[in-house]
């Protein structure tokens, strides 16, 4: 009898989609049963799914050029699966494997992974609860390099949490500038209009480090006033690269979820580069595993929510049983980050 043909799965998802770790678990559990069958597991967080997604589809071509959704699912290198469900349907086929469906429980594992992300960074992370054109707030989130920059980050993170009204407070502040192709700008903790702000502490801080490069989308940095060591409250996220604005400009985070917000910034309708409605940081603070979720309309995007995780959960999957004690190597795709200039007054 012949042996059978190896097959080497890739299961490639958000940290916190519940399909991606169902996904997981029963790729895990052929493997443990199937010396033929080897699993790759890839986790991004929203904005480098985003853009790993954009590649990998283009790479695989054909029925995967137009993949967008978590997870993704394909063997031996080329052979597109699709989602989870597509992926439950080949294994249900090819192998006579059969799940049950069981959204408590992946759901559960969705988010015990992303606060374990959380919680296991060095970085900080932080959020901006942003309402564009007076709509709904949505959350956008930031890793923040205090490894690179640790006070630019604490200043950072000290005006996130400040007092509404007091002028050291992000809370109530607008985006004042969007440069289309460019970043969108905001931060101006004394009248909004983009011509004032100062750090935390008063005053400005000084240039701590260019390290962080503007390589991608979604990159923060501080803007000033064009002058050396003139960092105060503003702000900006980029919406390109912009090489031209490194060793210029202090970069100290990257967004890692809800860059669709920021996206939306962009296409605001803007006379003299200020947007026409309103477009406000409506609630900001430090982002932890104990805030994940708490808002009405998380970026982090994946699966259910809080209330959902404290029902019981019932039995479960067979393939769960399993779900610590495989072997296999994950391989974390997180992707850290290894015209004229945003500054006061524009």
């Not at 979604?218 to 006033?225: K, Q, R, T, V, Y």
Request: glycine share 12%; aromatic share 10%.
């Amino acid at each position: 009898m012949a042996a059978p043909t190896p097959m080497a799965f890739v299961i490639a998802g958000k940290i916190d989609d519940k399909e991606f770790h169902q996904a997981r678990v029963v790729a895990r559990h052929l493997a443990s049963e199937n010396a033929h069958v080897t699993v790759e597991v890839q986790e991004f967080t929203e904005s480098d799914w985003e853009e790993y997604i954009r590649r990998k589809a283009k790479e695989l071509g054909g029925d995967a050029y137009a993949h967008r959704l978590s997870p993704l699912v394909y063997y031996n290198r080329v052979n597109y699966i699709g989602l989870g469900s597509d992926f439950l349907a080949f294994v249900a086929r090819v192998f006579n494997y059969v799940t049950r469906p069981n959204n408590v429980l992946y759901t559960r594992m969705a988010h015990r992974a992303y606060r374990d992300f959380l919680d296991g960074s060095a970085n900080p992370f932080a959020y901006f609860d942003v309402s564009v054109g007076g709509g709904k707030a949505e959350r956008v989130v930031f890793e923040l390099f205090a490894d690179k920059c640790p006070r630019t980050v604490e200043n950072f993170l000290s005006l996130c949490a400040g007092t509404k009204g007091r002028g050291h407070s992000y809370v109530g502040t607008p985006f004042h500038r969007v440069v289309p192709g460019g970043w969108v700008q905001g931060g101006d903790t004394a009248g909004g209009h983009g011509d004032g702000g100062e750090a935390a502490a008063g005053g400005t801080i000084a240039d701590e480090s260019f390290e962080i490069k503007h390589d991608r989308p979604g990159i923060l940095a501080m803007a000033n006033d064009g002058g050396p060591h003139s960092n105060g409250s503003q702000f900006y996220i980029t919406l390109a690269e912009l090489p031209w604005l490194d060793y210029k400009r202090v970069a100290f985070g990257r967004v890692i979820s809800g860059m669709r917000v920021v996206r939306r910034l962009e296409k605001e309708t803007c006379e003299n580069q200020r947007p026409v409605a309103p477009c406000v940081i409506q609630a900001a603070g430090e982002y932890t595993s104990a805030t994940y979720k708490t808002s009405p309309a998380s970026a982090a995007g994946g699966s259910g929510g809080a209330a959902e995780e404290k029902k019981e959960s019932p039995a479960g999957d067979r393939a769960a049983l399993y779900t610590e004690t495989f072997n296999e190597v994950d391989t974390e795709g997180r992707g850290r980050v290894a015209g004229r200039a945003p500054a006061e007054g524009g």
